[in-house]
């Protein structure tokens, strides 16, 4: 299955998760980390749903699934994660009726987007597809990244985060501005922070900064 990778902005807008199982309960805690305001829906549903519920931290709908419901809440975007693929295929087809974007876990081809293994360091994200291939295989190779991906790459990013605007008013142009970004992460910064040394890796970070906005 190809596709064409995102990074979907769902803080604050209406989701839906169609099932109430474990498949669901990761799903909707994907969403969570991410902002969405939740509604399941699902006669049934697993502990840890009922416990956000009781937070007040989700929405849930104690029913059968029914087409008026996305009629009603008109969501961003629907997750089918039942354990009834007739049930996900009409959740499917009518989220793709309404314009809403449709996830089916149980049948990919049905949906408009299927959700990657990530990696996350603080704003660093790193998505691992396979395209439907092979789940294993993606979970092997988010093993190999993240052991790669230590503490230190959410430092840095936060560092040239806070550092951004400045760059961009410093009146370099764009050529000049990746130049020195460049040279930051081909400094020792990275082998400083893996040893721990996070004052030394500071103090080169601003001095580089310092000699490429002059």
């Not at 985060?161 to 410093?170: D, H, M």
Request: with cysteine.
């Amino acid at each position: 299955m190809n596709g064409y990778p995102v990074l979907l902005n769902v803080e604050n807008r209406r989701c839906v998760v169609v099932g109430g199982g474990q498949v669901a309960t990761r799903k909707v805690s994907a969403l969570l980390d991410a902002g969405a305001q939740i509604c399941l829906i699902s006669p049934a549903i697993s502990p840890i749903l009922q416990q956000l519920s009781d937070e007040g931290r989700i929405e849930i709908r104690r029913v059968a699934y029914h087409p008026d419901h996305l009629t009603e809440i008109k969501p961003f975007l629907v997750i089918a994660a039942t354990d009834n693929p007739i049930v996900n295929q009409q959740v499917a087809a009518d989220a793709t009726q309404m314009n809403i974007l449709i996830n089916v876990v149980d049948a990919p081809p049905y949906g408009d987007f299927t959700n990657m293994a990530t990696i996350q360091r603080g704003p660093i994200v790193v998505g691992i597809a396979s395209g439907g291939a092979s789940a294993a295989l993606s979970a092997y190779i988010k093993a190999q990244i993240e052991a790669i991906l230590g503490p230190e790459i959410e430092r840095l990013a936060g560092w040239m985060g806070e550092a951004r605007k400045e760059i961009q008013a410093s009146g370099l142009n764009q050529p000049e501005r990746a130049a020195l970004w460049q040279k930051v992460l081909d400094s020792p910064i990275l082998d400083l922070l893996r040893r721990g040394d996070s004052t030394s890796a500071r103090l080169l970070f601003d001095e580089l900064l310092a000699e490429g906005i002059r």
